[in-house]
């Protein structure tokens, strides 16, 4: 599956579009990693822990929409976006989402042009 944040794919052609596929996650924050959190918070520097949980969230909402688009019949998964939303005290949503389609090789002279 290829995944990109951008319109097109560089030496490949759009020859289906095939809707909007998402994937997200809901995560709610852990006693220990706020705990920690609390104590970073005085003396400063990265948040180590949410970071893995942002990281892990990210990557679960990803897998999920790529297998939306594979049940849609895509091969790549193009203008991919991240949003998040709060949904409660301590937790969140990530959301992945981004255009299904159907992409191939371009044959010499069917390029299209950069815009």
Do not use: C, W
């Amino acid at each position: 599956m290829f995944l990109s944040n951008i319109e097109s794919f560089p030496g490949y052609v759009i020859t289906r579009h095939l809707g909007l596929v998402q994937g997200s996650t809901v995560r709610a924050k852990h006693v220990g990693r706020d705990i920690m959190a609390g104590l970073k918070n005085l003396v400063g520097g990265e948040l180590k822990g949410y970071t893995e949980l942002l990281n892990e969230s990210r990557r679960e909402a990803i897998e999920r929409m790529e297998k939306q688009a594979k049940a849609v019949g895509a091969n790549a998964v193009i203008n991919i976006r991240f949003s998040t939303a709060n949904i409660t005290a301590g937790a969140a949503e990530i959301l992945a989402y981004g255009t299904a389609v159907v992409i191939d090789r371009a044959m010499a002279g069917d390029a299209q042009p950069a815009r």
